[in-house]
């Protein structure tokens, strides 16, 4: 394995920087990779960067928009670790993408490796292991024999219209128990 080929950030650093600060370091990272990326793809197109990426998803190449989405809570939570890997994963993902037939190319396929392996110097990892309790809170508990699941407002809004779910352990239906309270 190669070493990582954009510089790794300063953590003490990082943890320093008001939100302005730190979103600007987030675009000038998108910079690099994307400079990085030119190198074996002259003709790649510079992404537009969006923060509005909600859920469990870290990042998002979003093609049809043109551009990197990036879930600003994750973000804010797991700093050094996003600007280190979930920047030149997506990066990853827009330059295969911009590559001769790379609109044909499997999402984390041999390709994407690659390119995280030999261009950016990374294990071509395809989740994080961010904890998402902020940025996809579940706070709708649901109960079958043998444990409790909690639900996204989304998943409830579809239970409480009639939609059935069952554990995929005991095969029970999920009963609805109420609401979760989320200490700060």
């Excluded at 302005?20 to 790649?44: G, I």
């Excluded at 001769?100 to 071509?124: C, I, N, S, Y």
């Excluded at 989740?127 to 902020?134: S, W």
């Excluded at 809170?137 to 043998?146: F, I, L, S, T």
């Amino acid at each position: 394995m190669n070493r990582p080929a954009l510089p790794t950030p300063d953590s003490d650093t990082l943890a320093s920087l008001d939100r302005q600060a730190l979103y600007a370091t987030l675009h000038a990272r998108v910079e690099a990779a994307w400079r990085l990326c030119r190198e074996v793809h002259p003709q790649l197109p510079r992404p537009e960067v969006w923060c509005d990426l909600r859920g469990k998803g870290a990042g998002q190449a979003h093609f049809g928009r043109g551009g990197l989405r990036f879930n600003p809570v994750l973000f804010e939570e797991n700093r050094l670790a996003f600007l280190v890997e979930v920047v030149p994963h997506e990066m990853a993902h827009w330059l295969v993408h911009h590559l001769k037939d790379g609109h044909l190319a499997r999402a984390h396929g041999h390709e994407w490796q690659t390119v995280m392996r030999r261009l950016f110097g990374l294990e071509p990892l395809t989740t994080h292991r961010f904890d998402t309790g902020r940025a996809s809170p579940a706070p709708h508990r649901y109960a079958c024999g043998c444990r409790e699941h909690d639900f996204t407002p989304r998943r409830h809004a579809l239970a409480r219209r009639g939609r059935a779910y069952r554990c995929r352990h005991c095969a029970e239906t999920l009963v609805y128990q109420g609401r979760v309270v989320f200490e700060s």
